[in-house]
């Protein structure tokens, strides 16, 4: 399952953190996402049950919504990883595309494919992993 993987001991919260302050997006373009009743979430967690136990899969990038208030309780509805061009918003979330798997109830070690471990070598590398 995981052979096309990298083993890296590393804190995933940690890592979690770091990529979430590279995601930020900047509040003018937060505010003309608001006033599109639209919202944006930069990463997507997922958990699976797998032979290898319980595991979690984070996904970085744009994962758009629309946002729907039903009796005073708001809702976001996706909408999906990119948005209508026609909305006028471009934003670039820099860590769009990259991912790795984790075994939830443990800090460490992380998995990352080799091919998104490729695409941000130098990123990656920075952070000495």
Request: charged share 25%; glycine share 6%.
């Amino acid at each position: 399952m995981l052979s096309d993987y990298l083993i890296i001991n590393f804190d995933k919260e940690l890592l979690h953190r770091i990529l979430i302050s590279k995601a930020a997006v900047p509040d003018e373009q937060m505010k003309l996402i608001r006033e599109k009743g639209l919202y944006v979430k930069p990463y997507h967690i997922v958990y699976k049950k797998t032979t290898l136990g319980e595991m979690e899969y984070r996904y970085y990038g744009e994962y758009w919504y629309k946002v729907v208030y039903h009796n005073k309780r708001r809702r976001l509805i996706y909408i999906g990883k990119s948005i209508p061009s026609d909305l006028g918003i471009k934003i670039s979330i820099p860590i769009e595309g990259f991912s790795f798997v984790a075994y939830r109830y443990k800090k460490s070690p992380v998995f990352i494919k080799k091919s998104v471990y490729s695409s941000f070598s130098s990123m990656l590398k920075s952070l000495g992993l």
